[in-house]
């Protein structure tokens, strides 16, 4: 009965703070303890992720109520900080440049793949439609 117990205001805390040391500390269960009963109990497990989503879900949101904040109050770094995740214009970009022989030619299939892995390294979230 006590461990049940522990187990429901662990994951309450993990919807307030969603850090498993935080929530072990503020509940006096061991991590230890934590990651067995996850183990041990699939219910619990599925519980834990839920409280976690949405407590990182409530710091999101405080987060952006504490940026929009400072925007308002015009901090620059916080217009920048939004304008960069919110409006396209503001992205960040990158450009790729090749240095073809003649005006036509296309790309072979190696350079193609080579582009390609460039751009997801540079973690472009877009897909690449077609290179020419």
């Known amino acids: 009965m006590k461990k049940n117990n522990a187990k429901k205001i662990l994951i309450e805390q993990l919807k307030k703070m ?8 503020r509940t006096n269960v ?22 976690m989503a949405e407590g990182e879900a409530l710091i999101t949101d405080m987060s952006e109520s504490q940026l929009i904040s400072l925007v308002h109050d015009r901090n620059f770094q ?14 960040n970009k990158i450009e790729v440049t090749a240095y073809l022989k003649e ?3 296309k790309l072979s299939p190696e ?17 690449i439609k077609k290179l020419n």
């Open 18 to 25: 969603p850090i498993i040391q935080v929530a072990c500390e």
């Open 30 to 51: 061991a991590r230890c303890s934590f990651y067995r009963w996850r183990k041990e109990d699939k219910k619990f497990a599925k519980e834990t992720d839920v409280a």
């Open 78 to 91: 916080a217009m920048q900080l939004w304008l960069r995740h919110h409006h396209p214009k503001y992205n």
């Open 103 to 105: 005006p036509d030619e």
């Open 111 to 127: 350079q193609k793949a080579i582009v390609k892995k460039a751009l997801r390294l540079a973690s472009l979230s877009r897909p």
